[in-house]
């Protein structure tokens, strides 16, 4: 115990010494605008493999190299101080969701700003400024002698657009990537003077639909009313996708989702949960979901499906009476366990075109899916998890199921055969995906902080 309660006092003098290094460090990533979405973006992306590479070899790592895929490359990185002692593999990514819309932002999204306590940046939480703290913790116990495991890092750069090339990549180095176990910060607590470690994720469909009418655009005034409107119709089908319940009306999509039980149900419960706060945070009036389901089980145990974007017709200044040729829409269904991102899409696909009036023609491109997850509460690693986040935080983290998704811990599972713990430190309300998305400046030291106890944790529990 005095040699934990040591550590845990060293670490948090190192990390306020340093804090002002770590946070410009940061800050040069942040200021990359590594969007893997859109191919004008290669370049950066790029700059931004090569930066994690350098801060690793300086970090201490060894082997640390660039390995190369159809897309964006994944950065690898080693530390095996003894084959006896247990080994770590540290995944994260360094690419990032596009900054659209720019308009909605205080600040530029790649000039990050400290405001409040908080780094605004595109990347800042999801996932920068969190595998960065995996880097500077390394470095921490390098520099210290004092790392108790071997850790690998595989650091990638197509998450945000659905890992397509990570799946080979891991198929075809299995050896490489051996481990005992893996360790993600991807995920968000409940807050910061509450902390949780996340033990399931949902999985993913994500297709693109195009519904097409006329050859060109109509007047709307010579034509419309006799010709169909691919907006019009478009917009009728989304709508059909849920009943007035908001239940997905799609046949066979509820065929493999597990309901919890009443009992698992109260405990979901415990967890810690201001509706009013919620609706504050977000401006809005109330709450809607799922008729029978809480806020907390609706973005959690239960699948959804959401519109992420619709356009079609004319949207510039001013009117323009058309009547559009076609119209299009981009549509993620989050799914829970037991559910399967291919069979969810074929589904989704074959009753989108049964709907369709004969009036148009409807496309549906699948764009990338993954499968939900749920990691165990009784393994070594977990309560390593949880012992490293009591010391530092003074409370023991309540375990939670998240609404996201990270498809990699299915994977990482069906391949090498390992478990995952995901040990996040941002917060809901760090606004990921949004414009001004932020992460603070303590989630981010304390992970800093955290991360060389779960190591020392779980190299003595694993004894």
């Known amino acids: ?17 340093n804090k002002d290094q770590y946070l410009g460090e940061l800050i040069d990533l942040l200021k990359i605008p590594s969007v893997s979405a859109d191919p004008q973006y290669k370049d950066d992306v790029l700059r931004a493999a090569e930066f994690v590479k350098q801060k690793l070899v300086d970090a201490g790592a060894d082997n640390v190299e660039l390995c190369t895929t159809p897309g964006h490359p994944i950065v690898y990185g080693e530390k095996m101080i003894d084959t006896n002692a247990p080994t770590v593999l540290v995944y994260g990514h360094y690419d990032v969701q596009p900054p659209d819309p720019m308009d909605l932002w205080d600040s530029p999204p790649f000039e990050p700003v400290i405001k409040d306590e908080k780094i605004y940046a595109r990347g800042a939480c999801d996932d920068k400024g969190q595998v960065y703290m995996h880097i500077k913790a390394f470095e921490l116990m390098t520099q210290n002698d004092d790392l108790p495991c071997n850790i690998k890092f595989l650091v990638e750069g197509e998450e945000e657009v659905g890992s397509d090339n990570l799946g080979d990549f891991v198929e075809n180095n299995k050896e490489k ?11 968000s607590m409940i807050a910061n003077d509450v902390p949780s470690i996340t033990v399931g994720l949902r999985g993913l469909s994500y297709v693109e639909v195009e519904v097409t009418g006329p050859n060109r655009d109509l007047h709307s005034g010579v034509y419309g009313g006799a010709v169909a409107n691919p907006i019009n119709i478009l917009s009728n089908m989304i709508a059909s996708l849920q009943d007035e319940n908001k239940k997905i009306t799609i046949p066979g999509f509820y065929d493999d989702v597990v309901e919890l039980s009443e009992a698992e149900r ?3 419960a415990k967890a810690p949960f201001d509706e009013h706060a919620y609706k504050n945070d977000l401006v809005i009036n109330d709450v809607e979901g799922e008729t029978g ?10 699948p959804t499906l959401d519109v992420n974007g619709i356009w079609g017709g004319y949207t510039g200044e001013g009117a323009k009476t058309v009547l559009p040729s076609k119209a299009y829409a981009k549509i993620s269904m989050r799914l829970v366990p037991n559910q399967n991102s ?4 074929k589904l989704f696909t074959d009753h989108f075109l049964a709907i369709a ?27 390593a998890a949880s012992k490293a986040m009591e010391d530092t935080f003074g409370k023991k983290p309540i375990p939670v199921r998240g609404g ?21 430190f941002g917060l809901d309300s760090d606004a990921i995906h949004s414009p001004n998305v932020h992460y603070g400046v303590f989630n981010y030291l304390k992970g800093i902080e955290t991360i060389p106890l779960f190591y020392r944790h779980y190299a003595e529990m694993s004894k």
Do not use: C, W
């Open 404 to 424: 996201g998704s990270i498809p990699i811990v299915a994977l990482f599972e069906d391949v090498l055969g390992l478990k995952t713990v995901l040990m996040g």
């Open 342 to 345: 291919d069979k969810i899409t």
């Open 357 to 383: 009036p004969k009036s148009v023609k409807v496309k549906v491109t699948p764009h990338h899916g993954g499968e939900a997850a749920v990691t165990p509460i009784d393994s070594v690693a977990y309560q």
């Open 177 to 187: 990537l051996s481990a005992d176990v893996v360790l993600i910060s991807d995920t």
């Open 293 to 302: 389901y809480s806020s907390l089980e609706r973005t959690s145990i239960r």
């Open 1 to 17: 115990m005095e040699n934990v309660a040591s550590s845990i006092k060293s670490y948090k003098s190192e990390v306020e010494q």
């Open 266 to 268: 109260e405990e979901m």
